[in-house]
């Protein structure tokens, strides 16, 4: 293949942007910001999980503390019904008076029972109230800086997005410098290497930093400037400059 020396040169520049482009991207992927954003977002969905469940769990109190209460109440309305059926007279046998002083003081102490669970409850309530209470501090405290990590991230990605359209914009005019079959084989071997090209530099390859032979440097100078020559050892396009003091 011959291609112009000066196109040729626009290899390097090109393969330097495509370096370019490929650490833009890698440090796209591996930005520390990015697990950063990702590692608080998850606390943050797991600590909102707990926090319905603790709430869940407290609603539930909340429904046997009525039920409870309901009880209390509905006892506490038999034994003032007894009460009055006792304080008003109307009862005068020895034997029914007796039976109606038993189910009173039998359903004060069914009242008292249910009062403590009532009390047991709130008690449980308080706890699962104060569990809500730390668990959805911990989230919001999470959450902004959840928010705080991924305005971070997503500033960094926007330098890193300018930088990328920067270097593709360089690179598409460096493109409009070479020959479409030369681009090709570059495209070819930069997909099989990572770099299609490198620079000569005395009788080292840049690419692949092997010393070629004397026979390989000797047919490389007997070479016309304008023919493509490629590295023997990695096959990469080998770009003779100047500075290759050929
Ligand atoms: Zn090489």
Redesign the pocket.
């Known amino acids: 293949m011959k291609a112009a020396p000066a196109a040729q040169k626009r290899l390097l520049d090109l393969a330097e942007l495509d370096s370019a482009a490929d650490r833009l991207a890698h440090r796209r992927r591996t930005l520390p910001e990015l697990a950063e954003a990702d590692e608080l977002s998850t606390r943050v969905a797991r600590l909102a999980t707990q926090v319905i469940t603790a709430e869940t769990e407290a609603a539930d109190l909340a429904r046997e503390q009525a039920k409870a209460e309901a009880d209390v109440d509905s006892v506490r309305v038999r034994a003032e019904r007894d009460q009055k059926r006792l304080d008003s007279g109307q009862v005068s046998s020895p034997r029914d008076l007796a039976g109606l002083q038993s189910e009173i003081a039998s359903l004060g102490r069914r009242q008292s029972d249910l009062e403590e669970v009532v009390l047991e409850i709130m008690e449980r309530r308080e706890t699962a109230d104060a569990q809500i209470s730390r668990l959805v501090a911990e989230r919001d405290e999470l959450a902004t800086a959840r928010d705080a990590a991924e305005s971070r991230r997503d500033a960094v990605l926007a330098e890193i997005d300018k930088e990328s359209a920067e270097v593709k914009g360089r690179r598409a005019e460096v493109v409009s410098d070479i020959p479409a079959d030369l681009l090709a084989l570059y495209g070819k071997l930069r997909e099989q290497f990572g770099v299609g090209a490198?620079m000569l530099q005395g009788t080292r390859?840049?690419?692949?930093?092997?010393s070629l032979s004397i026979a390989e440097i000797n047919r490389i100078k007997a070479a016309s400037h304008d023919e493509v020559v490629r590295?023997?050892?990695?096959?990469?396009i080998?770009v003779r400059t100047p500075e290759s003091g050929l």
């Open positions: 490198a390859c840049l690419g692949c930093r092997t590295c023997e050892e990695c096959r990469r080998l």
